[in-house]
């Protein structure tokens, strides 16, 4: 049997409420069927508009065999290009981000403007079009301050995205932040698995101490059920919601992507050890009040998000192989804070860089033990792992009907 109609049985007769079965999380025929009709047809987050901050400010980002570049054009427009040289192939840009006037593939000079046109191309023929050589576009949305690509040559519509987070995000922002800090780690396991262990805080009191001081456990926070009979998130919406911050629990039709603000434990209003800020300076002018908890957005496949009064910690979410995924934390600031006078780098990202390492070794542990032949799917807790049952259906959802198209997507490829 064919990789195909072996995941799509899979999926068609699995248990609900259970983890998958065990070659959705180590086989790479399946990852290569993930990929090709989850992360290279849909829209992801890579980054931020504020990491492009003037006309020729660029970055890099690799998605799956697809390495692509960003840059702010001179317009102010974010755009995004395959990262491959029109004439032999080679990377443009191999640099993680920078600042230049061109894009100069490095192999031949050949050189191209910030739009993507060909500039010069040296002792070409005489008969040479340099117009049909321009880079090959990829399609690039900006909302609330978050970068989004899509690698699919007709990409679903942004709209209904960017309609429900803008008026959550805008309030904070975050196109005009900074970032203070970035680190990215290599977990030893599907991406399937950072996700499934994101979606949870049943494991969070025995592995957690750290984020334990400020973030709340309860399922109505971490999970899609019970928030709007929770007395104490019904009070914490309507006190930000009067302070003009949608707050209230929403998630789309497809469960593809959700928002809600959730209260911090106690008197906390920041990410630190001792729940005080982490930064002298608001996120933002317009935001008055530091008590607003945490504003969470989910986006699959790629990225989740706290934003606090203080700053943001987002994190992207990338497959490197079926056992091996890569995950960005970016810590964000008001443009103006100053480290060491309006706030302590060590401080400002000790608890999740703590968390994000316990988070790895978690993933890499469960991931060992899947790969035991004995594995078998178990089943999920309903009171605390409502989050990861909803992910998986998600999952489930959202693939079947590609795996059941009768012709081979234009994107199949091999990741």
Not at 205 to 213: F, G
Not at 227 to 255: N, Q, T, V
Not at 285 to 310: A, F, M, Q
Not at 391 to 403: D, G, M
């Amino acid at each position: 049997m064919d990789a195909r109609n072996e995941m799509l049985g899979l999926i068609r007769s699995r248990r609900y409420g259970y983890s998958l079965e065990q070659p959705f999380y180590t086989d790479p025929e399946f990852f290569r069927l993930d990929m090709d009709l989850i992360w290279y047809r849909d829209w992801l987050f890579v980054g931020h508009d504020c990491e492009l901050p003037k006309p020729g400010s660029f970055f890099t980002v690799q998605v799956g065999r697809y390495p692509v570049v960003l840059v702010r054009d001179r317009d102010g427009q974010i755009r995004a290009f395959h990262n491959s040289c029109r004439h032999r192939g080679s990377r443009v840009c191999a640099a993680q981000k920078g600042l230049s006037a061109r894009l100069v593939c490095p192999y031949h000079q050949w050189t191209y403007d910030l739009d993507g046109k060909l500039l010069f191309a040296r002792q070409m023929a005489d008969d040479f079009d340099p117009s049909q050589f321009s880079l090959k576009p990829v399609a690039c949305e900006s909302a609330g301050g978050y970068v989004f690509i899509c690698l699919a040559p007709e990409p679903a519509d942004f709209g209904p995205f960017r309609a429900m987070m803008e008026p959550y995000f805008l309030p904070h922002r975050l196109a005009d932040a900074k970032v203070a800090y970035e680190s990215t780690i290599i977990e030893k396991g599907n991406w399937k698995l950072v996700w499934e262990n994101n979606r949870e805080c049943y494991h969070c009191a025995a592995n957690h101490p750290e984020l334990c001081k400020t973030f709340p456990e309860a399922p109505t926070v971490t999970g899609v059920n019970g928030a709007e009979s929770d007395p104490e998130m019904l009070a914490h919406w309507a006190k930000c919601e009067a302070a003009g911050l949608p707050s209230r629990f929403r998630i789309d039709a497809g469960g593809q992507y959700r928002a809600t603000r959730a209260p911090l434990l106690r008197d906390a209003v920041s990410y630190t050890m001792s729940g005080k800020r982490a930064v002298n300076r608001n996120l933002s002018d317009t935001v008055s009040t530091d008590r607003i908890g945490s504003l969470l957005l989910y986006h699959y496949p790629t990225t989740w998000n706290h934003i606090l009064g203080d700053h943001a910690v987002t994190f992207r979410v990338l497959p490197i192989s079926a056992t091996e995924t890569a995950v960005t934390t970016k810590w964000l600031v008001h443009k103006d804070a100053v480290e060491g006078m309006d706030y302590d780098l060590a401080e400002l990202t000790h608890v999740w860089t703590e968390t994000n390492d316990q988070d790895r070794r978690i993933v890499e542990e469960n991931a060992f033990g899947i790969n035991s032949p004995a594995y078998e799917p178990g089943p999920y807790s309903e009171l605390h792992e409502g989050g990861v049952i909803q992910f998986v259906e998600w999952y489930a959802s959202f693939i079947e009907p590609r795996l059941a198209e009768t012709e081979t997507p234009a994107l199949r490829s091999v990741a």
